[in-house]
């Protein structure tokens, strides 16, 4: 069956969001993957960056796979970025989700 969340962030690849953070966050939670709705298109690649550094970066995720959850450590991390990149092929179907985001003090 199809996993569904109650929130998150859904971007198109290749996008990138960035976050200012308070002090005293110490790990970014979320669910990676592809949109249901893609028809098991799409293929993206998730990283998520912090000041400018690669904390985090995913396998190529396909549509269709599993929602895969992620914990990346974001202590004394100033400005988070999320990233989604297209995986070097084109974008069609690549609507990636960052489900249930959230940072954890």
Do not use: M
Not at 10 to 16: K, L
Not at 18 to 30: D, E, M, P, V
């Amino acid at each position: 069956g199809t996993a569904s969340y109650p929130w998150g962030i859904g971007v198109h690849a290749n996008a990138a969001l960035t976050f200012r953070l308070a002090k005293g966050f110490k790990t970014f939670h979320a669910a990676i993957g592809i949109d249901g709705k893609s028809h098991q298109r799409g293929s993206v690649v998730f990283r998520v960056l912090g000041d400018g550094k690669e904390l985090f970066k995913s396998p190529v995720v396909r549509g269709g796979d599993a929602p895969r959850e992620i914990s990346v450590p974001v202590e004394s991390v100033n400005e988070l970025k999320l990233a989604v990149d297209d995986a070097g092929d084109t974008d069609l179907g690549d609507l990636a989700n960052w489900a249930s985001a959230q940072l954890v003090r």
